[in-house]
């Protein structure tokens, strides 16, 4: 069983550290044709505080699919470890996919609030995007990337209201073997799991492991439940 609370306060932490690059991984896999968007472009029309220079984090389908990230704000000194370093409290993950491109996670820690979080493009995700959805890229993914895997991009999947039921479905399934609550959070909010019978009954039936990190939304899916007379119908008829 993974500990994910404990990976997810780690990575918040790591996130603060100012981007200075590093090596990229590749994998095959079939993608999108055509024109590339220009990441660079893409990063500067947003005017940004002090982006670093975008980092890339995993390419598939050569070249043609590429995750990036950068973080943004105001660098300050700060310690990591012992060592002294250069931070930020901005920190952002994109998908550029053949011509489009958007960002995948968008964070500013300083002000949660600012307005760049709110007019910051997302990746416009398309139902009919069979690639992306398809477990096969989750899987590449996986092979390459365990925090792209396990966290980005599974709760991007599960905060975008265009991700298809049968996605959502087994994002949920995912919750049992790998502890994950703020993926549960995202699923609750998301307007097509969160009134889903069968995905609410997966969080309302989750495990209790040490700590028990699902203890709320396990009550949140179990009142969603209660209070939805279809879920209701669908209990009785069983």
């Known amino acids: 069983m993974v500990a994910s609370v404990h990976h997810y306060l780690?990575?918040?932490?790591?996130?603060?550290?100012?981007?200075?690059?590093?090596?990229?991984s590749r994998a095959e896999q079939t993608g999108p044709v055509g024109p590339l968007a220009s990441i660079d472009s893409f990063v500067?029309?947003?005017?940004?505080?002090?982006?670093?220079?975008?980092?890339?984090?995993?390419?598939l389908a050569d070249q043609r699919v590429t995750f990036?990230?950068?973080?943004?704000?105001?660098?300050?000194?700060?310690?990591?470890?012992?060592?002294?370093?250069?931070?930020?409290?901005?920190?952002?993950?994109?998908?550029?996919?053949?011509?489009?491109?958007?960002?995948?996670?968008?964070?500013?820690f300083a002000d949660p609030d600012s307005a760049a979080i709110l007019r910051a493009p997302r990746f416009d995700l398309d139902p009919s995007d069979?690639?992306?959805?398809?477990?096969?890229?989750?899987a590449a993914i996986c092979a390459h990337d365990y925090d792209l895997c396990h966290y980005t991009f599974p709760h991007y999947l599960a905060r975008d209201i265009d991700t298809p039921r049968?996605?959502?479905?087994?994002?949920a399934n995912t919750l049992i073997t790998f502890i994950d609550p703020v993926l549960a959070e995202h699923l609750l909010a998301n307007p097509t799991a969160g009134s889903d019978c069968e995905i609410l009954q997966i969080i309302a039936s989750l495990p209790v492991y040490q700590g028990d990190a699902?203890?709320?939304v396990?009550?949140?899916?179990?009142?969603?439940?209660?209070?939805?007379?279809?879920?209701?119908a669908a209990s009785t008829s069983a």
């Open 166 to 171: 049968w996605r959502l479905l087994d994002l």
């Open 214 to 216: 699902y203890a709320d």
């Open 68 to 108: 990036f990230d950068l973080s943004f704000g105001t660098p300050f000194p700060c310690d990591f470890e012992g060592q002294p370093v250069v931070c930020q409290l901005g920190y952002a993950t994109g998908l550029r996919y053949g011509a489009r491109i958007g960002w995948l996670a968008f964070d500013y």
């Open 130 to 138: 069979a690639d992306i959805l398809s477990l096969d890229f989750t």
């Open 10 to 24: 780690g990575r918040c932490l790591s996130l603060l550290l100012f981007a200075v690059g590093s090596a990229c």
């Open 218 to 232: 396990r009550v949140t899916a179990a009142t969603r439940l209660t209070s939805l007379s279809a879920c209701g």
């Open 44 to 59: 500067a029309v947003q005017q940004l505080v002090h982006p670093s220079v975008p980092r890339t984090r995993l390419e």
